[in-house]
């Protein structure tokens, strides 16, 4: 490396990036969020590009694969809590990343779209599972690492309060994979340190094999979560009703 590195950001990719295949901006989140844990690097340049791209991330109607590494790059970016970069940040974070799923394309008439349930269809005949997990999981853990405990029992309301058949489905299956997780805090009472082994995978789950050293998920986070779960009676194997 001769030391000089250049981005090139969306502005400059103005209207041909919307048919891209997103390759150049899924090997950036991906190995550069990767290395910023793994080397204990934290670039400038990493930091501010990252800051720059979030806002357009989140709310193009294409986000789907691109999700995971973008919630992987913020939780390695920021292991111990997102700061305050400005007065506003962590609420911009919040509402942006952890709303996508809130984006008109996933959705139809209270339930997820026929594209989405077409997807699932066709995923399922070839790999007997669900495709929809890689996209609600990365937004489901950001979530529950970076709200505040009370913030934590409202979104859980709020996603219990969805009747549509296929997002239901597709909740309690992730609930269900969570189980480990869930069980491993029930059985040392403490912060969830590792997402490790965890059958909650999407494809950059890896890339925080280092994130041992901080809190996974806070744990006031995870008893409000708890409590919102079964409040909803959203049961679970392994955790009891009451």
């Not at 934590?152 to 709020?158: A, E, L, N, P, R």
Request: charged share 20%; glycine share 4%; net charge negative.
């Amino acid at each position: 490396m001769n030391g000089e590195m250049t981005y090139h950001g969306l502005d400059e990719l103005s209207d041909s990036f919307a048919k891209s295949d997103f390759n150049t901006l899924e090997y950036f989140l991906r190995d550069v969020g990767g290395g910023i844990n793994a080397f204990k690097m934290r670039l400038p340049e990493w930091i501010d590009w990252f800051h720059y791209l979030l806002p357009y991330l989140a709310t193009r109607p294409d986000i789907d694969r691109l999700i995971g590494a973008a919630v992987m790059y913020l939780m390695n970016l920021y292991p111990e809590g997102i700061p305050a970069v400005y007065p506003e940040f962590r609420a911009d974070v919040v509402n942006t990343l952890g709303k996508c799923l809130m984006s008109r394309h996933f959705w139809q008439k209270n339930d997820l779209s026929d594209r989405i349930v077409q997807d699932e269809y066709i995923y399922r005949l070839l790999y007997n599972d669900n495709a929809f997990i890689a996209t609600l999981s990365p937004v489901l853990f950001c979530c529950l690492k970076y709200l505040n405990p009370d913030e934590i029992m409202t979104w859980v309301d709020s996603m219990a309060a969805i009747r549509g058949t296929h997002w239901q489905y597709n909740l309690l299956t992730w609930l269900h994979r969570a189980v480990i997780l869930l069980d491993d805090y029930q059985a040392i009472r403490g912060p969830i340190k590792t997402i490790e082994h965890l059958n909650l995978h999407w494809p950059e789950t890896h890339r925080l094999q280092y994130f041992t050293q901080y809190e996974l998920i806070p744990e006031p986070n995870m008893t409000a979560f708890l409590e919102g779960v079964r409040r909803n009676r959203l049961l679970i194997p392994g955790i009891p009703p009451h």
